[in-house]
């Protein structure tokens, strides 16, 4: 038993169908496969991508989809979110960027992206495009430790799946105790400490970032087992293996 655990399609149908591919070729079959958002984007076809997710064929996974930022992004140019207006699309790709992610995205589709998750909690673990703070939030290797105990801590998990970064990344935080002291004008300083058990933080890749080449996941929940795939497909030839 193992999960497939992907993010950032980024309407890339190619880099999809590679994955998919990938994934029918595992020795050990895939039970379970997850979406973690970033499905949409301006690199390619957002509704063959969309309609691909949402019909898979048979004998295929149905693939269990979460929101993440460019699904926000298309929420907040519908009216649909609190910032109305897309401002970080806008300060990120200017008005070309909005006008094509407009047009891209049918109003049909809009409604399918509202209605899914914000993330997943599967046995002890979260599954999400970026943390339980914010869809934006964005882990990397290079993140401080005491932001990743807090995720962590926050998340309730003991292994947190993030894509966000578009980065495969496998961090462990050792067996510890966070102590945080809260101090208020009226009142003493108030000391909590919290025990946090062996936990790790797993970024899963991007599919469809980077042209000719699609990095995803694959966990076993009962080895606890990491491992990252990168498949290489188009015009570069077919190539398949671990990271």
Known sequence: MQWAILSGIEGNLAAYEAV?????????PVTALYALGDVIGLKGDNEAVIRRLQSPRPGELDP?????????QCFSLHGLSGLPDAPELMAQFGGDGVKQLWESVSRESVR??????????????????????SYADELTPGTPAIQLCDRLLRADANTLFCGRSGQTFHLKIPEGAVTSTVTTLDAAAQTMTQT??????????????????????LYSPYTNAVSFRTVRYGTQGKGFGAV
């Not at 591919?21 to 050990?28: E, G, L, V, Y």
């Not at 946090?196 to 996941?217: H, L």
Request: glycine share 12%; proline share 2%.
């Open 20 to 28: 998919l591919q990938d994934i029918r070729q595992q020795r050990s």
């Open 196 to 217: 946090v058990r062996d936990r790790q933080i797993v970024g899963v890749g991007s599919v469809g970032k980077e042209p000719g080449k699609a990095t995803y996941t």
């Open 64 to 72: 269990q989809v979460c929101i993440g930022w460019w699904e926000e």
């Open 112 to 133: 399918w992206l509202r209605s899914l998750h914000f993330g997943f909690h599967e046995l002890d673990c979260l599954l999400i495009h970026g943390s339980t703070v």
